[in-house]
């Protein structure tokens, strides 16, 4: 075998990474929470898609400085920091968005009438953690094990 047999992994293994269905499941997820929370925390900024403010519980706006939507801008930028962390290191990326919506959780469990989107958040919790798990086998893999 030459060197360059050894070092390049052939089209056949690159097939295979990509119709494993575990493969697959990560770059769903991956892409997901690339894009979703980039987007959300753009929107902090925009209020295009809801305002922003009134999903701040009292408490938490309370203890903040500033406004309800000041604390929406700090909360946009951790948000692109997360999707960013994504793309980058899907591994840390996965648990950051965890842990970040855990504490989304949190606050909307204390807010009554936002039950709902705290259920919709455990959901999504749940897929970051299933992201972080799996990029744990698949980032930065180049052919199956």
Same mark, same amino acid.
């Given at each position: 075998?030459?060197?360059?047999?050894?070092?390049?992994?052939?089209?056949?293994?690159?097939?295979?990474?990509?119709?494993?269905?575990?493969?697959? $499941?990560? !770059?769903?997820?991956?892409? /997901?929470?690339? %894009? *979703?929370?980039? @987007?959300? &925390?753009?929107?902090?900024?925009?209020?295009?898609?809801?305002?922003?403010?009134?999903?701040?519980?009292?408490?938490?706006?309370?203890?903040?400085?500033?406004?309800?939507?000041?604390?929406?801008?700090?909360?946009?930028?951790?948000?692109?920091?997360?999707?960013?962390?994504? $793309?980058? !290191?899907?591994?840390?990326? /996965?648990?950051? %968005? *965890?842990?970040? @919506?855990? &504490?989304?959780?949190?606050?909307?469990?204390?807010?009554?009438?936002?039950?709902?989107?705290?259920?919709?958040?455990?959901?999504?919790?749940?897929?970051?953690?299933?992201?972080?798990?799996?990029?744990?086998?698949?980032?930065?893999?180049?052919?199956?094990?």
């Amino acid at each position: 075998m030459t060197s360059a047999t050894k070092t390049t992994p052939s089209v056949a293994p690159r097939r295979a990474v990509l119709s494993d269905p575990g493969y697959q $499941a990560f !770059a769903i997820l991956r892409v /997901g929470f690339t %894009v *979703a929370p980039i @987007l959300f &925390g753009l929107d902090k900024f925009a209020n295009l898609l809801v305002d922003w403010p009134a999903y701040l519980a009292p408490w938490i706006d309370d203890v903040v400085p500033g406004s309800a939507q000041a604390a929406m801008y700090a909360v946009g930028v951790v948000e692109i920091v997360a999707g960013l962390a994504v $793309a980058l !290191a899907p591994r840390f990326g /996965g648990w950051l %968005v *965890a842990g970040w @919506l855990a &504490g989304i959780i949190v606050n909307l469990l204390t807010i009554p009438g936002y039950y709902d989107i705290a259920l919709r958040d455990f959901g999504l919790l749940l897929g970051a953690v299933a992201l972080a798990r799996l990029a744990r086998r698949y980032h930065g893999e180049r052919r199956p094990h």
